[in-house]
């Protein structure tokens, strides 16, 4: 049986006791999962703490729920990040949602010279895409969630991250697979018209190394998917 996940505020799951829901994600459980009372749910905060309960009555726009038991699962010490060039709207949040699904640990939306946002365009953006990366928890079970960071102009986003972490996609780069082992990668994703030239000069200088992604060329949301595949799959830990 699949299980009904719903998401609470952190702290809520720190002991046993009584766990009422109300909102967006009371009508999760009763409207999309069609929960009914007696039934289990799985609740998460996306925090690391995961509990399980039971449904002990619903009513107009609240679900209460008997909490059994919880646990705060440990945080992975291996991940992917990536840095993405600011996309237009529905790009920006579908690959913020999908980069959840991955596994991507941390996403630093960043501004180039081709982004269709501003750095002040795209802060005033940064809380949709945190709901969107934390609604995301439930579809795919995530104990911890995925950090959205304030964006950042290109030239700053080396500061980030150690040299030995910087990669950036690259159609002539080197292939992921035959890259050394790497400890919790930073992949940097260009925007739709790709980096310019002086900006690849740029991260050449900082010591950015390029890698491929495929032989094809990819839509830079859809890079983000295959990034984080690839790199997880070749460089991250064997379960």
Partial sequence: MVERWALVEPGTLTG??????EGEEARHLTAVLRCRAGEAVVLADGDGWVGSGTITAIGR????????????????????????????????????QKAVEVGVVELIPVVTERSQLSLHVAGSRLARWRKIARQALKQCRRDWGMRVEEPVLLRDLSFRVAKEQRLVADPCGTAVGWLEPLANPLLLIGPEGGLTAEERDSLAGAGWRGVSLGPYTLRAETAVVVGATVLTACHGPRR
């Fill in 16 to 21: 046993p006791g009584e766990v009422v829901l």
């Fill in 61 to 96: 726009g609240r679900v209460e729920i008997r909490l059994s038991s919880s646990q705060r699962r440990p945080r992975p010490e291996w991940g992917v990040s990536i840095a993405l060039a600011v996309l237009h709207t529905q790009a920006m949040d579908w690959a913020v």
